[in-house]
């Protein structure tokens, strides 16, 4: 069972040398507002023996700790509203670059996305992971929550970035696992363990992570399609006549770009009639080769499958058209979604899944769809809307068999994923629990109790307290 954070508890704390603040609002927030979380104060350690000190004096009290690494997170793993009042542990204190050289760098877990990427610049090199957060989320987050963005087609989420970790389990036991090796087969992969556990199995204070050779020349261009089938043919054409080097390919719907014409933001309107379907697709080429002229190559070789193109002249070009990928979930939050799906399936099954999908929401009521998202690895994002003139709010009575329809297809359709790359968190425990292997559940059971055996870390997250 356990037991409150309380002043006690705190000032402990506070005499081991830990700085322990105030639980302001913006570490109980979460971004699309669905849970308001309690905290007794938050943590701010300044290294990884203060983290240790804070799991043990946890473990011992018997008290819960919520890792935030950022906030961003989008299905509430990083808030807890409910059971005794858990304490926050921060890890915005610890941002320091450890190593680096031209092939990985070290970096302590609380360093933001954007600063990792500016660090790798500093040796000439790239570090791809790539989300629309990355100037607040955090690289111990990210990883927690093995994030993926627009460039897993080329080069893998968080988890493929990563090449060990240091991390403090839930009783204050520092776990050193900082190799910088690509090839370590010497046992159980602890790393992957933690990745993606969203902070249920240990505390990630700080990842080596890969970096690479930034390709020397890069384009960016929009085409026009009449349907996903389209869209999928030309990823498999670009793959073909430019293998490796097809860097992002994200699909977005007529219905995406009527949603930023209707509420913003404002942006600009690559083409003069919207197109049913468009993809975004970024060619990064070696030395030599001309991204216009390849882009010019595509488009002739996909004149069946294509309606028109355009090619970023500029860099501010292309800026404008990442910046339309990126404003369409905030035009979603500002349309107000029904319901909102995190979902994957085999890229070959992306067109009957769409049309499979349309189809049997439109049987079930009045609703807007918007389909978009990172079709070169599977990853869509579908939401549903209400119909023009009305408010979420009338839907309420549909959400759940909204929600449930559209997952039972992906999974039992399709054999699909309910979670791409948001995560679990508390949104979607019990999705979990409906669609994974019962196997797989005990083995994660087993796992949590093992390393986490007071379920201190993240209570309710993941898996059900």
Known sequence: MLTPADQAFLDRLRAEGVEVGEAEPRYLEEPRGRWPGRAAGVA?????????????????????????????????????????????????????????????????????????????????RLFPLT???????????????????????????????????????????????LTRLRKDNTGYDLRDLLIGAEGTLGVITAAALRLFEPPAVEGLAFFALPSPAAAVALLGLAQSQFAGCVSAFELISRQGLSFLREVGPEVHMPFAEDPDWMVLIELGLPAGMDAEAAFAALFEAAEDLVLDAVIAQSGAQAAQ????????????????????????????????????????????????????????????????????GRNRSEYDAQKDAVKTAVHDLVVRGYNGSVSAEHGIGRLKVGDLERYADPAKLTMMRAIKTALDPQGILNPGAVLRG
């Open 44 to 124: 701010r350690p300044h290294s990884t023996a203060e983290v240790a000190r804070v799991l043990r004096t946890a473990a011992a009290a018997q008290v819960a700790v919520v890792p935030y690494g950022g906030g961003t997170g989008l299905v509430g793993g990083q808030v807890k509203g409910e059971g005794p009042l858990p304490l926050v542990l921060s890890l915005e204190r610890m941002t320091a670059l450890r190593a680096i050289d031209p092939q990985s760098l070290v970096v302590e877990a609380g360093a933001t996305l954007q600063s990792v990427q500016a660090a790798a610049r500093t040796v000439g």
């Open 131 to 177: 989300i629309a957060a990355q100037g607040t989320a955090q690289i111990g987050g990210c990883l927690s929550t093995n994030a993926g963005g627009v460039h897993v087609l080329r080069y893998g989420n968080a988890r493929a970035l990563c090449l060990g970790l240091e991390a403090v389990l839930a009783d204050g036991t520092v776990w050193n696992g």
């Open 321 to 388: 058209m990442w910046e339309l990928r990126e404003s369409l979930p905030l035009a979603n939050r500002r349309i107000g979604a029904i319901s909102s799906h995190d979902i994957s399936v085999p890229v070959a099954a992306i067109p009957d899944f769409v049309a499979e999908a349309g189809a049997m929401l439109a049987a079930m009521g009045d609703f807007r769809i918007n389909c978009f998202g990172h079709v070169g690895d599977g990853n869509l994002h579908y939401n549903v809307f209400p119909a023009p």
